[in-house]
């Protein structure tokens, strides 16, 4: 670093010279055609100094001489020739070929120069991009050098002497170049990245000395032939399939997203601007990690979980991620909304791209996973309560298990009166109660609010299926015989329409009152415009009221919004109980429930074009005229192609009510399209078609709530064939 140029000779230290004008080092080369050392100084200067001058100049251990002996000895370091370049040197070669001059090449920043022996310039080439490295090699014309020059854009450019003869794209920036023969190969380009990546390339292919032996003339078969033909287009077909966008399995995937709960909840709680009014509201955190088996490009990550759930921080973005390397990152989630969620899931979700060969900016691709948030997040324990307004009873083929086995997050060890019965406060005030027969193989959940009984549900069927699980026993299995409970489902229906319809209302009230606004304004301003003063005969007064009004109307509009977004969460946690209950009710497979999903769960979020109720009102139209239509008269009708919002919810309501009847008297969820054969397989021998008129013939049961027969009531309606739905149960009694 202090411009000491030392020698060796084998492993001794022969001697050390100072060079002059010295401030950082540059490229240092030899030339054994001159017995020199030629570099290039701080001064951007390239310059040449003979071994035999260095070898007599001042020792560098000798250098507190003085100026004045210096000159009288004569031994100062004396340059041999110097040529200004006018800027800093990346590399200096020298080169001796047979078939070419013994050249000194020097790469500079934005041009590379050749120069004869004696620092003349042979010839000189401008860049026009940012050069990393080079190498010149010999060329096959005589009198010329070839030399690759790598770059900062991942370019190789092949030049013969000032000429561009060819331009290939690297993987990589590389930071030293090298033509090398491997065996039989010659002409090998080994690159090496600043990072320690080593790749051999190979540019063309070897010449084909081989020439193919003139054939007799022969009849064609056409037949072989075309038959050959289609064997290898099947061939290139199968190999130029696009891997990359086709699925892989988890342990072929290129990258792997996995999201970690922690089991318990933060200890300082991370929640920001909470609506809801609870002294306290939790968080927990969740640990996302990302594995990289391959280089990806531009990694960004989504967190996304369901309103009114909030992450502390929703989007992150990485640098490129190298093989067999990992991220992981650290957030919250919490209750932000003051309404209980409708699910307790999240969703992590990786954007990158895979770069190729032929497409470098890479291939887009997304990773995702899903992970399961805990109850406690949005309920606490509490005491049970006796009364409730709502209740539902789920049966099981095994015996009760003790609440402190399957819910030890919510019982207190040491209180034996919950091993039956436990309570849940939610953070937004409701409270369900949950409680296990002593006799009987049920559990009850009740509740005021039938919304709230879905969580408490969901949490329950699942604990209870993996306690199962674990004991190796694979035949548990949960039912529900009660009654579907259709009408507080209604009410919950008419509510959320309710505020859609007060949404529209205070659409139009804003429409008017500034429609109103603008004209009194136009007026007040043809008055002040006039150059004749005018009373305002109290314009100005109703300007003033008409803008308290647009502001007053705007701001029972956005508490309506609000409300909106309460009412569609509370009916998306009943409709997933419903969901629940249906498929419990009537053992559907999964693929049943997945269309059950998809006809009453369309939409994540409610908007004014586009809503729930006339949404789920098409799906169960179109199901009842396709794999439950009693008759091929049904299958003909055909469906409005346009979605709008009803006047009212009683057709809604009115096909829930005869699809859950469909469902009870033997109809069965598919999207095939012969449904009319379909529906008589599924049917038993001995079922009478199914009425219509008065919605399937007392299909409400009279009562507070609405109902749809059991699913005991259908299984002794089938061991009947021959009688009424009356005349079953008289049958059955003793």
């Given at each position: 670093?202090?411009?000491?140029?030392?020698?060796?000779?084998?492993?001794?230290?022969?001697?050390?010279?100072?060079?002059?004008?010295?401030?950082?080092?540059?490229?240092?080369?030899?030339?054994?055609?001159?017995?020199?050392?030629?570099?290039?100084?701080?001064?951007?200067?390239?310059?040449?100094?003979?071994?035999?001058?260095?070898?007599?100049?001042?020792?560098?251990?000798?250098?507190?001489?003085?100026?004045?002996?210096?000159?009288?000895?004569?031994?100062?370091?004396?340059?041999?020739?110097?040529?200004?370049?006018?800027?800093?040197?990346?590399?200096?070669?020298?080169?001796?070929?047979?078939?070419?001059?013994?050249?000194?090449?020097?790469?500079?920043?934005?041009?590379?120069?050749?120069?004869?022996?004696?620092?003349?310039?042979?010839?000189?080439?401008?860049l026009d991009y940012s050069p990393s490295c080079f190498i010149p090699y010999c060329s096959v014309k005589e009198g010329t050098i070839n030399t690759l020059v790598g770059n900062h854009s991942k370019m190789l450019n092949v030049y013969q002497d000032i000429t561009l003869k060819w331009a290939t794209q690297l993987p990589h920036i590389p930071v030293s170049v090298k033509v090398a023969n491997l065996q039989d190969l010659k002409g090998v380009i080994v690159t090496l990245t600043d990072d320690g990546h080593l790749q051999c390339s190979y540019l063309g292919t070897d010449p084909s000395l081989f020439q193919a032996p003139?054939?007799?003339?022969?009849?064609?078969?056409?037949?072989?032939?075309?038959?050959?033909?289609?064997?290898?287009?099947?061939?290139?077909?199968?190999?130029?399939?696009?891997?990359?966008?086709?699925?892989?399995?988890?342990?072929?995937?290129?990258?792997?997203?996995?999201?970690?709960?922690?089991?318990?909840?933060?200890?300082?709680?991370?929640?920001?601007?909470?609506?809801?009014?609870?002294?306290?509201?939790?968080?927990?955190?969740?640990?996302?990690?990302?594995?990289?088996?391959?280089?990806?490009?531009?990694?960004?990550?989504?967190?996304?979980?369901?309103?009114?759930?909030?992450?502390?921080?929703?989007?992150?973005?990485?640098?490129?991620?190298?093989?067999?390397?990992?991220?992981?990152?650290?957030?919250?989630?919490?209750?932000?909304?003051?309404?209980?969620?409708?699910?307790?899931?999240?969703?992590?979700?990786?954007?990158?791209?895979?770069?190729?060969?032929?497409?470098?900016?890479?291939?887009?691709?997304?990773?995702?996973?899903?992970?399961?948030?805990?109850?406690?997040?949005?309920?606490?324990?509490?005491?049970?309560?006796?009364?409730?307004?709502?209740?539902?009873?789920?049966?099981?083929?095994?015996?009760?298990?003790?609440?402190?086995?399957?819910?030890?997050?919510?019982?207190?060890?040491?209180?034996?009166?919950?091993?039956?019965?436990?309570?849940?406060?939610?953070?937004?005030?409701?409270?369900?109660?949950?409680?296990?027969?002593?006799?009987?193989?049920?559990?009850?959940?009740?509740?005021?609010?039938?919304?709230?009984?879905?969580?408490?549900?969901?949490?329950?069927?699942?604990?209870?299926?993996?306690?199962?699980?674990?004991?190796?026993?694979?035949?548990?299995?949960?039912?529900?015989?009660?009654?579907?409970?259709?009408?507080?489902?209604?009410?919950?229906?008419?509510?959320?329409?309710?505020?859609?319809?007060?949404?529209?209302?205070?659409?139009?009230?804003?429409?008017?009152?500034?429609?109103?606004?603008?004209?009194?304004?136009?007026?007040?301003?043809?008055?002040?415009?006039?150059?004749?003063?005018?009373?305002?005969?109290?314009?100005?007064?109703?300007?003033?009221?008409?803008?308290?009004?647009?502001?007053?109307?705007?701001?029972?509009?956005?508490?309506?919004?609000?409300?909106?977004?309460?009412?569609?969460?509370?009916?998306?946690?009943?409709?997933?109980?419903?969901?629940?209950?249906?498929?419990?009710?009537?053992?559907?497979?999964?693929?049943?429930?997945?269309?059950?999903?998809?006809?009453?769960?369309?939409?994540?979020?409610?908007?004014?074009?586009?809503?729930?109720?006339?949404?789920?009102?098409?799906?169960?139209?179109?199901?009842?005229?396709?794999?439950?239509?009693?008759?091929?008269?049904?299958?003909?009708?055909?469906?409005?192609?346009?979605?709008?919002?009803?006047?009212?919810?009683?057709?809604?309501?009115?096909?829930?009510?005869?699809?859950?009847?469909?469902?009870?008297?033997?109809?069965?969820?598919?999207?095939?399209?012969?449904?009319?054969?379909?529906?008589?397989?599924?049917?038993?021998?001995?079922?009478?078609?199914?009425?219509?008129?008065?919605?399937?013939?007392?299909?409400?049961?009279?009562?507070?709530?609405?109902?749809?027969?059991?699913?005991?009531?259908?299984?002794?309606?089938?061991?009947?064939?021959?009688?009424?739905?009356?005349?079953?149960?008289?049958?059955?009694?003793?």
């Open positions: 670093m202090d411009g000491m140029l030392m020698l060796f000779e084998q492993e001794s230290y022969a001697f050390g010279r100072f060079l002059p004008g010295f401030l950082l080092p540059g490229p240092l080369t030899y030339s054994s055609r001159t017995d020199s050392f030629i570099t290039v100084s701080s001064c951007r200067q390239v310059e040449s100094y003979k071994y035999q001058v260095l070898a007599f100049a001042t020792d560098a251990d000798e250098r507190q001489e003085t100026e004045q002996q210096k000159l009288s000895s004569g031994k100062r370091v004396a340059v041999d020739w110097v040529l200004n370049i006018g800027e800093q040197a990346l590399d200096i070669r020298v080169v001796s070929f047979n078939q070419a001059v013994s050249s000194v090449f020097v790469l500079g920043e934005r041009n590379f120069f050749c120069l004869k022996d004696n620092g003349q310039i042979r010839f000189m080439k401008k003139r054939v007799d003339s022969r009849e064609i078969n056409y037949e072989e032939f075309e038959a050959e033909m289609k064997e290898l287009q099947k061939i290139i077909k199968e190999a130029t399939k696009t891997q990359d966008i086709l699925p892989k399995s988890e342990k072929h995937r290129d990258l792997i997203v996995t999201a970690e709960v922690s089991p318990d909840l933060d200890a300082e709680s991370q929640a920001i601007d909470s609506e809801v009014k609870a002294e306290a509201v939790p968080s927990v955190t969740v640990k996302i990690t990302i594995q990289s088996r391959v280089t990806a490009q531009k990694p960004n990550l989504a967190v996304c979980v369901q309103a009114p759930l909030a992450v502390t921080c929703d989007q992150f973005v990485f640098d490129d991620l190298e093989p067999d390397s990992s991220e992981t990152v650290v957030l919250s989630v919490f209750l932000k909304g003051n309404c209980s969620p409708s699910e307790l899931e999240g969703n992590c979700m990786v954007s990158y791209n895979i770069p190729t060969e032929l497409n470098p900016e890479g291939i887009p691709k997304v990773a995702q996973c899903n992970f399961r948030l805990p109850l406690r997040l949005v309920c606490s324990p509490a005491q049970p309560s006796k009364a409730a307004n709502h209740k539902i009873t789920i049966d099981t083929n095994k015996p009760p298990i003790s609440f402190l086995t399957i819910f030890p997050d919510f019982v207190d060890p040491s209180e034996d009166d919950q091993a039956n019965v436990l309570g849940f406060q939610f953070l937004t005030g409701s409270k369900t109660t949950l409680l296990a027969s002593k006799t009987s193989q049920r559990y009850r959940i009740q509740s005021d609010q039938l919304e709230d009984l879905w969580l408490i549900t969901r949490e329950l069927t699942l604990r209870l299926e993996e306690h199962f699980k674990k004991q190796n026993c694979k035949d548990f299995a949960c039912t529900f015989s009660g009654s579907i409970p259709l009408q507080e489902y209604f009410e919950l229906i008419d509510r959320h329409f309710e505020l859609r319809l007060n949404a529209e209302k205070f659409q139009e009230l804003l429409s008017e009152r500034a429609v109103q606004f603008r004209a009194i304004e136009r007026r007040l301003l043809t008055r002040f415009k006039d150059k004749t003063p005018a009373p305002l005969q109290h314009l100005d007064t109703l300007l003033e009221g008409t803008f308290r009004e647009v502001i007053a109307l705007a701001d029972a509009a956005e508490e309506n919004q609000a409300n909106v977004f309460q009412a569609f969460t509370k009916l998306k946690s009943a409709t997933h109980l419903m969901i629940m209950l249906i498929s419990l009710w009537q053992k559907l497979s999964t693929d049943q429930v997945a269309v059950l999903e998809a006809t009453f769960l369309p939409l994540a979020e409610d908007t004014p074009e586009l809503g729930w109720e006339e949404t789920v009102d098409a799906a169960i139209s179109y199901l009842l005229r396709t794999c439950l239509s009693k008759s091929s008269k049904e299958q003909a009708l055909t469906l409005s192609s346009q979605l709008r919002m009803p006047k009212d919810t009683s057709r809604l309501k009115k096909n829930i009510t005869l699809f859950c009847d469909r469902l009870a008297k033997g109809g069965r969820l598919s999207l095939s399209t012969d449904s009319a054969t379909q529906q008589a397989t599924v049917m038993p021998g001995g079922c009478t078609t199914i009425p219509e008129s008065d919605l399937e013939e007392r299909t409400v049961i009279p009562g507070s709530t609405a109902t749809v027969p059991s699913h005991g009531q259908i299984a002794k309606q089938k061991s009947k064939p021959g009688l009424s739905e009356d005349a079953a149960e008289q049958a059955e009694k003793p």
